[in-house]
């Protein structure tokens, strides 16, 4: 599966200062290894709804696409 961002998240990435850990998660994803980086889909689960852990304290927020594309779509602190 690909991972792809919408416009403004690596802008947010960065102002985080999550660069390097977001590509090590993205990595993960990419190569297969979900469970790594914990790929669960959010509740209500009826709205198709993904997220994986960044680090600790944030999330990738997105959808899949046809089954090929992960799309993140917000970078979001959890612990808030």
Known sequence: MKVFEED?????LKKRNLTKSYLKA????????Y???DLRKRK????GV??????KKYR???????NTDFIV???????K
């Open 26 to 33: 993205k990595r993960y994803i990419e190569l297969g290894f």
């Open 8 to 12: 403004g998240i690596i802008d947010d």
């Open 60 to 66: 990738a927020i997105g959808y899949i696409e046809k």
């Open 50 to 55: 993904f997220y994986f852990k960044i680090d």
């Open 44 to 47: 209500p689960k009826s709205e």
């Open 73 to 79: 779509t917000e970078i979001s602190d959890h612990q």
């Open 35 to 37: 469970e790594t980086v």
